[in-house]
């Protein structure tokens, strides 16, 4: 499969500071870039996607960052709470093919 | 958004036997559902995709005939995997789509335990 690289591996945050996670693709043919939130034993929960025509999308606490020419993309959360503190996964697609290229994930930890 | 339900969402088998995962798009007509398989503290790896009607197509290295996929309705695919072994133990998860949206929905989940 073509690779989506993923960093940090786990991510601890103070209550109300910005968690950063950033991704990087390889193949320029994706079109499709969102980011999931994981549960412990729970399916992943879509939480914000972008295209590569837009640089930036935020969504309430949630924005992505694209740069198209480094072929990267980030998620910061602002003000983070403990209820964050999931798995985040970002991920790439090709068209409407909906068949997902996931990175290897981050522990984002908020603590109290 | 539309809803995906997985079921069930744990399952215990002996080794040898086989199981059966079902994956419902509730609200909306599904033209392809994805089948991953994620281990514990790992990302999720793509097995198969499915086509309501059609076969389904396995990523490399997913045995096919240990992983049957049937989507069989526009609202429905199943995995069966076939004479299990422990090393089938893993979190299973389904993803839907549908033509007019490129977001993919996923279902809760369903962990399965071989012993």
């Known amino acids: 499969q073509q690779q989506v690289k993923q960093s940090p591996q786990s991510l601890i945050v103070q209550k109300g500071g910005i968690s950063i996670i950033n991704c990087a693709y390889e193949n320029t043919a994706f079109d499709y870039f969102p980011w999931y939130q994981q549960f412990p034993g729970k399916g992943p929960a879509l939480l914000i996607a972008?295209?590569?025509?837009?640089s930036e999308k935020k969504e309430g606490r949630f924005t992505i960052s694209f740069n198209k020419s480094a072929k990267q993309f980030s998620l910061h959360i602002m003000d983070s709470q403990p209820g964050d503190s999931a798995t985040y996964f970002c991920?790439?697609?090709?068209?409407?093919?909906?068949?997902?290229?996931f990175g290897s994930g981050t522990q984002l930890t908020v603590l109290p | 958004g539309a809803v995906v339900s997985q079921h069930p969402s744990r399952v215990i088998c002996k080794s040898g036997t086989s199981v059966k995962i079902e994956c419902r798009s509730l609200?909306?007509?599904?033209?392809?559902m994805f089948w991953y398989r994620q281990f514990p503290k790992q990302s999720l790896m793509l097995m198969a995709t499915s086509n309501e009607g059609s076969k389904a197509t396995y990523e490399q290295g997913v045995e096919k005939d240990k992983f049957l996929i049937n989507h069989a309705s526009l609202t429905l695919s199943t995995l069966t995997v076939t004479s299990a072994h422990p090393e089938d133990s893993s979190f299973y998860i389904c993803s839907a789509g549908t033509v007019l949206n490129t977001e993919a929905f996923f279902g809760q989940g369903t962990r399965l335990t071989v012993v």
């Open positions: 972008i295209r590569p025509d837009v």
């Open positions: 609200d909306f007509q599904a033209t392809t």
């Open positions: 991920a790439a697609s090709i068209g409407s093919a909906r068949q997902l290229t």
